[in-house]
């Protein structure tokens, strides 16, 4: 079992910058390649961004591509998602995800994820 508690949203301007984290509970961090996602009023959840379980590999949407980072620290046991020029489209929930794997594995579906978070409010005003 993961818990997945995610911090840091709020609300910025256009422009601004802000660093998401999502603290994971338990000692099997890096067994889970690690997603974020976001869901904005009206629409589906989406992806962003993964990682894959020692950091080898990355992907992100073509939306975000350029403006996202996604790092995660598994000493603490801790995901992290830096949101550089934030447009009034990046308003949304956004949850992080934990998806159990072997391999360096970096996941877009939400049904390949096990454990999700409460998600963090972004909200980005124009």
């Known amino acids: 079992q993961v818990q997945l508690v995610e911090s840091g949203g709020g609300l910025v301007q256009a422009g601004g910058s802000l660093r998401l984290s999502c603290a994971a509970s338990g000692r099997t961090f890096s067994s889970y390649a690690m997603g974020w996602f976001r869901q904005a009023p009206g629409k589906e959840r989406e992806f962003v961004a993964a990682i894959s379980r020692s950091s080898g590999s990355t992907d992100y949407a073509d939306s975000v591509k350029g403006r996202f980072t996604i790092s995660r620290d598994n000493a603490k046991n801790t995901v992290y998602l830096q949101i550089n020029s934030l447009k009034a489209e990046d308003t949304a929930v956004y949850y992080c995800?934990?998806?159990?794997?072997?391999?360096?594995?970096?996941?877009?579906?939400?049904?390949?994820?096990?454990?999700w978070g409460q998600g963090t409010q972004v909200t980005v005003s124009s």
């Open positions: 995800a934990a998806c159990r794997t072997t391999t360096q594995y970096t996941p877009r579906s939400m049904k390949e994820y096990d454990y």
